[in-house]
């Protein structure tokens, strides 16, 4: 299993900048992924990154605003989002795939181990 730890929400204006930290231990993950959860809404993908290479895939939505990077030395994984929109208003959650040797992989069913979340919202 993968231990995983989010920092970094808050509340923030409609335009501006936040950075979510994803602090992971324990067993090695061949990707990570950023996901978030509205009000009354299914969970949903927004970004993920290999370990390894760091081949990237971005939800449309958050295409040229969000950016998904990680430290290997540290064991750090990232999610920069920039101009942010009332819309992006959510818990995200950090999690692991563990099993998927290639590729990047957007499917919540393949992210086995899960962060308990922070909360970002978006004033307009």
């Known amino acids: 299993q993968v231990q995983l730890v989010e920092s970094g929400g808050g509340l923030v204006q409609a335009g501006g900048s936040l950075r979510l930290s994803c602090a992971a231990s324990?067993?090695?993950?061949?990707?990570m992924g950023w996901f978030r959860q509205a009000p009354g809404k299914e969970r949903e993908f927004v970004a993920a990154?290999?370990?390894?290479?760091?081949?990237?895939v971005y939800a449309d939505s958050v295409k040229g605003r969000f950016t998904i990077s990680r430290d290997n030395a540290k064991n750090m994984v990232y999610l920069q989002m920039n101009s942010l929109k009332p819309e992006d208003t959510a818990v995200y959650y950090c999690?692991?795939?563990?099993?998927?040797?290639?590729?990047?992989?957007?499917?919540?069913?393949?992210?086995?181990?899960w962060g308990q979340g922070t909360q970002v919202t978006v004033s307009s």
């Open positions: 999690a692991a795939d563990l099993f998927h040797i290639f590729g990047v992989t957007s499917k919540v069913s393949d992210f086995g181990s």
């Open positions: 324990g067993r090695s993950a061949y990707v």
């Open positions: 990154i290999r370990w390894s290479g760091g081949s990237t």
